[in-house]
């Protein structure tokens, strides 16, 4: 079906300002900024939405790059030796952790979060264990160890000539954890299955605010705005 509405983008290169022009039936439309309680919480879910899309990209992203790393599986554990390539995975995989992280943090400019209780059964030990990650690895170093440097003085058991001691730095630091194509509770899926909450939330929000907030006010007072 043939859509009326159509919305333009217009940036300025110079400031970065972005101008939205909408129209109907091409003609340009009245556009009026709400900013009510329920406004505010649709936008903190707009952000939280767009965060998860990145999420998403970023691990499409991991999972083309990622042929000979680690699984997820506790009987397995590899190390490439390709490391231009699983440094570039490591980027990855940090800013996914971070931005799904925040996604449940009380951010500053955003009245929402998501909580841990909504998220599905099958996925919270999946959640619980990105969430580690992010608090032990990604943001800091934390008390869980997920990363660890060690400096090691090592010199030849027998004292032959004068050979001087060396000093090696010892790192252990992830590249990712990950979930084979068939486990069901992977953190794509888990990403998925986020988004899909905060998708609810932006519907009901929308209906919401048009049913209780812009509707009963009329046409003449959104004209007067």
């Known amino acids: 079906m043939k859509d009326d509405w159509k919305k333009q983008e217009l940036l300025d290169k110079k400031t970065g300002n972005v101008e939205r022009v909408y129209t109907y039936k091409q003609v340009r439309c009245k556009r009026v900024v709400h900013s009510s309680t329920l406004a505010l919480q649709l936008a903190g879910y707009t952000l939280i939405e767009k965060d998860l899309r990145s999420v998403s990209t970023w691990l499409s992203e991991i999972a083309k790059r990622h042929v000979d790393g680690p699984t997820h599986e506790s009987d397995h554990h590899n190390r490439s030796t390709n490391r231009e390539n699983y440094d570039i995975i490591k980027g990855l995989f940090v800013a996914a952790l971070t931005f799904y992280g925040k996604c449940f943090s009380q951010c ?5 979060k998501l909580n841990r209780s909504q998220i599905g059964d099958s996925f919270r ?3 619980d264990v990105c969430i580690s990650y992010r608090n032990n690895f ?12 060690q400096i090691a003085i090592v010199f030849p058991r027998k004292y032959k000539n004068n050979v001087p001691p060396r000093i090696y730095r010892e790192l252990n630091q992830p590249d990712l954890i990950w979930a084979d194509d068939t486990d069901d509770a992977s953190f794509v899926n888990l990403v998925e299955h986020v ?3 905060a998708l609810e939330k932006i519907d009901k929000l929308t209906t919401k605010i048009i049913e209780e907030e ?12």
């Open 108 to 112: 500053e400019g955003r009245r929402t």
């Open 125 to 127: 030990e999946m959640h």
């Open 138 to 149: 990604a943001a800091h170093s934390g008390a869980a160890l997920f990363e660890t440097a």
């Open 195 to 197: 988004r899909t909450l």
């Open 214 to 225: 812009v509707l009963p006010k009329g046409f003449e007072y959104w004209s007067r705005r």
